[in-house]
């Protein structure tokens, strides 16, 4: 039996306060929509985890997610769903969704990790693809801001040295990054602050000092974790 949409049969089927509903959808699915096998693996992890709506939401988001970006399912899924990345990226994001303070936030983290599932390069990154949900569950609106403000100040050091070999590349622009701070009114001392939290998670980096003070730039982990992060927020934006 064919199903047209899987995501929508999904919805449908996982209510309640477990999962279910999920053995009726694997037997209507059977091996028809790789989909079904995500929330298959879900609900073993449920077993051993808390249940909740957000978490419910979040499965549901991911899988629709999944389906949207098919194009770039692998050839090998099947393997790819049964990894220990997955199943680790699968146990965060149903830990951290029930952690979620909103039904929006845990949407946004279902899709954030759908798009670093099978990405179109640096395909290693998958293997830390839990590490990157659990940092952005703890990263906060001005964290993010910051974040933006380094990638954007520093875009030119990225385009023209992409393996960031040259660290005096960045102290050409670090005017920029302060014309974009004084812009949106982020105190120095804010800026240390926010720079070195990003730093504790890998994504700035604390250059050279200057003679005018301390210097934040981003790391390559920050720049992927931002370009999933857009990608998530576009898509719920073209689902609303």
């Not at 220990?84 to 039904?103: C, G, P, Q």
């Not at 990263?139 to 520093?154: E, P, S």
Request: glycine share 6%; hydrophobic share 40%; charged share 30%.
């Amino acid at each position: 039996m064919a199903i047209d949409n899987p995501s929508e049969k999904i919805r449908e089927l996982v209510k309640g306060d477990d999962f279910d509903g999920v053995g009726a959808a694997l037997q209507v699915g059977g091996i028809l929509s790789p989909i079904f096998k995500v929330v298959g693996i879900a609900k073993s992890i449920a077993t051993r985890h808390q249940t909740g709506e957000n978490i419910r939401i979040a499965i549901v988001a991911l899988c629709d997610e999944l389906e949207r970006i098919q194009d770039r399912w692998p050839k090998d899924l099947e393997s790819a769903l049964d990894s220990d990345w997955f199943k680790r990226a699968m146990t965060t994001l149903m830990e951290e969704s029930a952690r979620a303070v909103n039904d929006d936030r845990a949407r946004l983290l279902a899709r954030f990790a759908a798009q670093g599932c099978f990405p179109i390069e640096e395909k290693h990154r998958q293997e830390n693809l839990a590490s990157y949900i659990h940092d952005l569950a703890r990263l906060g609106t001005d964290d993010l801001q910051m974040l933006r403000i380094l990638r954007d100040a520093y875009k030119d050091v990225f385009n023209n040295d992409p393996n960031l070999r040259d660290p005096n590349h960045f102290t050409l622009h670090n005017e920029s990054f302060k014309q974009a701070a004084d812009k949106l009114n982020i105190h120095p001392d804010d800026r240390l602050s926010l720079g070195a939290r990003l730093n504790g998670f890998g994504l700035a980096f604390e250059g050279v000092p200057q003679m005018e003070g301390h210097f934040f730039r981003p790391t390559r982990r920050g720049i992927y974790l931002l370009s999933l992060l857009e990608a998530a927020e576009l898509s719920v934006k073209q689902q609303n």
